[in-house]
């Protein structure tokens, strides 16, 4: 019960006055405020009074809500602008009045609507030169320079930073209101306020949470490393019965001075309501964007929810005729559009999209509404693609994520489907832009040799890392172009992926400023498996490019997979260790021995390590294995040159295997050329025995 008394601000039950600062340092003109602190349940300000000076004068709502939750604080400050200069990180809510503050002190009240006296203070010129008084477990003591309005306050010489200086920092985020029964696991957000100085690791986080007096649960989380902000997997709450509670926590240690971690406690009210007694009819409607498809058209559905004031659970799949799952089921919490590239063997095929309220938070008095299903007709019919028997590119579908976005510095995969009518080009090339801006990911390429030919691929594409923030968040599009076609997809890419942000990972057109001559160690996939047979060798090139001044050693090694378990033996079996001088490139070719093991979608990964480094740079692909031959397609990277089929041969040997897709067409000409052969044969072999038969009659 210590750890939760240490937790809470004050000692009284009501709305007081915190923190009185009447003497800022420099001039006092506009830059003068009065902190008060919420220590019970909600409160309305709205019509509330600052009685000062004989005058009650009236607030105005600038920032948050007048709705002032338990333990969070409000500031009335004489100007909103001047008082957001001096405290730029002050996230409580901002009010505005008129008021003078004397420098030698006077009484303050605080007024309900009412015009009742909710709180009281009679301050003297105790403090000023920028320190403020300060309301600490009832006691008003002087507090520390320049106050902390919006905190919890510090007495004066108690040491440690004000918050704004804080690099690291700690907050509620969850929802005010919460539901019994359901599991809360977003509960704090810790964050870099300095990312410029890089990551913050090994934190250390310990919270609270009380019904009352009662300690409900107490934990802790920690995290490896924060580079921006983290909010996800802060703690764990389920609700088990209504009421207020309130949440608090600390952080407890991080590899930081402890003058750079925020101290105080931070605190939040929240309301659990049990709804799952409540009656109520939640029904689910389905649509579609469409009924008919060609083969490779994209299908669009929206799942609907007829009262989303309770928290829900839908589960939806796709299936044939016969039930059998086409898109596995998947969990959901929210109505967002969905889609789904269409994709089948047969010619025709009837198809439903299935969804299905899996729970809800409230009693469901009618259930036969929960389920819905919609059909659709997929023609499957090689025309879907190539109706014109033209060379067609369709990109079938984006893996990015479980949302469907993709962070900057990830790698990311989309499965392409490609036909080769009578051309003579074989290349194709993917990447990533928006606008005229190609410069969001490395290019990929990759080959189809033979004509009349249809293939599925799926490529690999490195999404640029934006170290320094140049490239937006927002919706970016994937191009396939090839054979005088081209392919389009949206993808949305937001946020940094924060391992690739370090000198030695960004590109060079995407570091800082310069601060030294350092530069990158970089990577490119040159050829990687694609479609494998079990017990088979598989074999992958990587480029490493040094453009650093100095020798580094990478230590690199690969491995087939399928969730935690390796089919290509140790992990590490195939570990390398090469050094790569300064300015130099080298070529790099891992072997694995494919484990006994049943067809099906594996992946495939590469981890390469700089030095000393304990973070690996990762390369991820998808690896198709069944009964058929190996193939490894050639990857080039924008910047690289694509190696020569001769170059392939010499430096990497039978892995240049090329692909072998299925032929959909044969034209006239080719079709005789390849009866060639027979043709001589059986012409051959009548007359081989038309002369033995000649030779028998002469004998005679």
Same mark, same amino acid.
């Given at each position: 019960?210590?750890?939760?008394?240490?937790?809470?601000?004050?000692?009284?039950?009501?709305?007081?006055?915190?923190?009185?600062?009447?003497?800022?340092?420099?001039?006092?003109?506009?830059?003068?405020?009065?902190?008060?602190?919420?220590?019970?349940? #909600?409160?309305?300000?709205? +019509?509330?009074?600052?009685?000062?000076?004989?005058?009650?004068?009236? &607030?105005?709502?600038?920032?948050?809500?007048?709705?002032?939750?338990?333990?969070?604080?409000?500031?009335?400050?004489?100007?909103?602008?001047?008082?957001?200069?001096?405290?730029?990180?002050?996230?409580?809510?901002?009010?505005?009045?008129?008021?003078? &503050?004397?420098?030698?002190?006077?009484?303050?009240?605080?007024? *309900?609507?009412?015009?009742?006296?909710?709180?009281?203070?009679?301050?003297?010129?105790?403090?000023?030169? +920028?320190?403020?008084?300060?309301?600490?477990?009832?006691?008003?003591?002087? +507090?520390?320079?320049?106050?902390?309005?919006?905190?919890?306050?510090?007495?004066?010489?108690?040491?440690?930073?004000?918050?704004?200086?804080?690099?690291?920092?700690?907050?509620?985020?969850?929802?005010?209101?919460?539901?019994?029964?359901?599991?809360?696991?977003?509960?704090?957000?810790?964050?870099?306020?300095?990312?410029?100085?890089?990551?913050?690791?090994?934190?250390?986080?310990?919270?609270?949470?009380?019904?009352?007096?009662?300690?409900?649960?107490?934990?802790?989380?920690?995290?490896?490393?924060?580079?921006?902000?983290?909010?996800?997997?802060?703690?764990?709450?389920?609700?088990?019965?209504?009421?207020?509670?309130?949440?608090?926590? #600390?952080?407890?240690?991080?590899?930081?001075?402890?003058?750079?971690?925020?101290?105080?406690?931070?605190?939040?009210?929240?309301?659990?309501?049990?709804?799952?007694?409540?009656?109520?009819?939640?029904?689910?409607?389905?649509?579609?964007?469409?009924?008919?498809?060609?083969?490779?058209?994209?299908?669009?559905?929206?799942?609907?929810?007829?009262?989303?004031?309770?928290?829900?659970?839908?589960?939806?799949?796709?299936?044939?005729?016969?039930?059998?799952?086409?898109?596995?089921?998947?969990?959901?919490?929210?109505?967002?559009?969905?889609?789904?590239?269409?994709?089948?063997?047969?010619?025709?095929?009837?198809?439903?999209?299935?969804?299905?309220?899996?729970?809800?938070?409230?009693?469901?008095?009618?259930?036969?509404?929960? $389920?819905?299903?919609?059909?659709?007709?997929?023609?499957?019919?090689?025309?879907?693609?190539?109706?014109?028997?033209?060379?067609?590119?369709?990109?079938?579908?984006?893996?990015?994520?479980?949302?469907?976005?993709?962070?900057?510095?990830?790698?990311?995969?989309?499965?392409?489907?490609?036909?080769?009518?009578?051309?003579?080009?074989?290349?194709?090339?993917?990447?990533?832009?928006?606008?005229?801006?190609?410069?969001?990911?490395?290019?990929?390429?990759?080959?189809?040799?033979?004509?009349?030919?249809?293939?599925?691929?799926?490529?690999?594409?490195?999404?640029?890392?934006?170290?320094?923030?140049?490239?937006?968040?927002?919706?970016?599009?994937?191009?396939?172009?090839?054979?005088? #076609?081209?392919?389009?997809?949206?993808?949305?890419?937001?946020?940094?992926?924060?391992?690739?942000?370090?000198?030695?990972?960004?590109?060079?057109?995407?570091?800082?400023?310069?601060?030294?001559?350092?530069?990158?160690?970089?990577?490119?996939?040159?050829?990687?498996?694609? #479609?494998?047979?079990?017990?088979?060798?598989?074999?992958?090139?990587?480029?490493?490019?040094?453009?650093?001044?100095?020798?580094?050693?990478?230590? &690199?090694?690969?491995?087939?997979?399928?969730?935690?378990?390796?089919?290509?033996?140790?992990?590490?079996?195939?570990?390398?260790?090469?050094?790569?001088?300064?300015?130099?490139?080298?070529?790099?070719?891992?072997? *694995?021995?494919?484990?006994?093991?049943?067809?099906?979608?594996?992946?495939?990964?590469?981890?390469?390590?700089?030095?000393?480094?304990?973070?690996?740079?990762?390369?991820?692909?998808?690896?198709?294995?069944?009964?058929?031959?190996?193939?490894?397609?050639?990857?080039?990277?924008?910047? $690289?040159?694509?190696?020569?089929?001769?170059?392939?041969?010499?430096?990497?040997?039978?892995?240049?295997?090329?692909?072998?897709?299925?032929?959909?067409?044969?034209?006239?000409?080719?079709?005789?050329?390849?009866?060639?052969?027979?043709?001589?044969?059986?012409?051959?072999?009548?007359?081989?025995?038309?002369?033995?038969?000649?030779?028998? $009659?002469?004998?005679?």
């Amino acid at each position: 019960m210590g750890c939760l008394l240490a937790l809470l601000p004050f000692a009284s039950s009501n709305v007081l006055l915190s923190e009185v600062m009447y003497d800022p340092d420099g001039s006092d003109t506009g830059r003068e405020w009065v902190e008060i602190y919420n220590n019970a349940t #909600r409160v309305n300000l709205s +019509g509330w009074k600052l009685y000062e000076s004989g005058i009650s004068h009236s &607030l105005a709502l600038i920032n948050g809500s007048f709705l002032l939750e338990g333990s969070e604080y409000a500031v009335i400050t004489d100007n909103p602008a001047a008082f957001l200069a001096d405290y730029p990180s002050c996230n409580a809510t901002i009010l505005d009045s008129t008021f003078s &503050l004397a420098n030698t002190g006077e009484y303050l009240a605080l007024r *309900n609507a009412s015009m009742e006296t909710v709180d009281e203070y009679n301050y003297t010129a105790d403090a000023g030169n +920028g320190k403020s008084m300060a309301n600490i477990n009832g006691t008003w003591v002087i +507090g520390n320079i320049g106050g902390t309005p919006g905190y919890a306050n510090i007495p004066d010489g108690a040491g440690g930073a004000t918050p704004q200086s804080y690099r690291l920092t700690i907050e509620p985020v969850i929802d005010k209101t919460l539901f019994v029964g359901v599991t809360y696991t977003s509960l704090f957000k810790l964050t870099n306020n300095e990312p410029s100085l890089g990551k913050i690791y090994n934190i250390t986080a310990l919270y609270n949470i009380t019904k009352g007096w009662l300690l409900v649960h107490e934990g802790n989380f920690t995290k490896d490393e924060v580079s921006h902000y983290s909010s996800a997997s802060t703690g764990s709450f389920t609700p088990a019965e209504e009421g207020n509670y309130s949440l608090c926590a #600390r952080v407890a240690g991080a590899a930081l001075p402890q003058p750079d971690i925020q101290a105080e406690a931070a605190c939040a009210a929240v309301e659990a309501i049990d709804t799952s007694s409540i009656p109520c009819n939640i029904s689910l409607n389905l649509s579609l964007n469409q009924t008919f498809f060609q083969e490779g058209e994209r299908l669009s559905y929206k799942i609907g929810i007829s009262d989303e004031s309770y928290p829900y659970i839908i589960t939806y799949w796709i299936e044939d005729l016969a039930g059998r799952p086409i898109r596995d089921a998947v969990n959901t919490t929210n109505d967002n559009v969905r889609t789904w590239t269409t994709a089948i063997d047969e010619s025709d095929r009837i198809l439903f999209v299935c969804a299905a309220l899996a729970e809800v938070a409230c009693t469901d008095n009618t259930t036969d509404d929960n $389920n819905v299903r919609a059909m659709l007709l997929v023609n499957g019919s090689h025309s879907s693609l190539a109706p014109s028997g033209e060379s067609a590119i369709v990109i079938e579908e984006i893996y990015a994520g479980t949302d469907g976005s993709a962070k900057f510095g990830e790698g990311i995969r989309a499965r392409v489907r490609a036909y080769k009518a009578d051309e003579s080009a074989s290349q194709l090339k993917a990447w990533i832009e928006k606008g005229d801006e190609r410069a969001t990911s490395v290019q990929t390429t990759f080959s189809i040799f033979q004509k009349f030919t249809e293939t599925t691929i799926t490529l690999p594409l490195q999404l640029k890392p934006n170290c320094n923030r140049a490239l937006e968040d927002g919706t970016y599009t994937l191009v396939v172009e090839g054979f005088g #076609r081209q392919a389009r997809s949206d993808i949305r890419i937001g946020d940094v992926l924060s391992s690739f942000c370090d000198a030695d990972k960004a590109s060079p057109s995407e570091q800082p400023a310069p601060s030294s001559t350092k530069k990158a160690v970089s990577y490119s996939l040159l050829a990687s498996p694609v #479609r494998a047979e079990a017990s088979s060798v598989i074999e992958s090139e990587v480029e490493i490019t040094n453009t650093d001044d100095e020798d580094h050693t990478i230590t &690199l090694y690969s491995y087939a997979y399928l969730g935690s378990k390796s089919y290509s033996g140790e992990r590490e079996a195939n570990k390398r260790q090469v050094i790569v001088e300064a300015g130099a490139i080298k070529k790099v070719a891992l072997k *694995n021995q494919l484990s006994a093991m049943e067809s099906g979608d594996y992946k495939y990964k590469i981890r390469l390590y700089k030095d000393s480094q304990k973070t690996p740079f990762e390369i991820t692909t998808s690896l198709q294995v069944s009964g058929n031959a190996g193939e490894t397609l050639p990857l080039s990277a924008a910047g $690289n040159v694509a190696p020569s089929e001769a170059e392939t041969k010499a430096e990497m040997e039978e892995i240049t295997i090329r692909q072998e897709p299925r032929v959909v067409y044969l034209s006239s000409d080719k079709k005789a050329q390849r009866l060639i052969p027979f043709v001589f044969i059986i012409t051959l072999s009548l007359m081989v025995i038309g002369v033995l038969l000649l030779g028998g $009659n002469l004998g005679e």
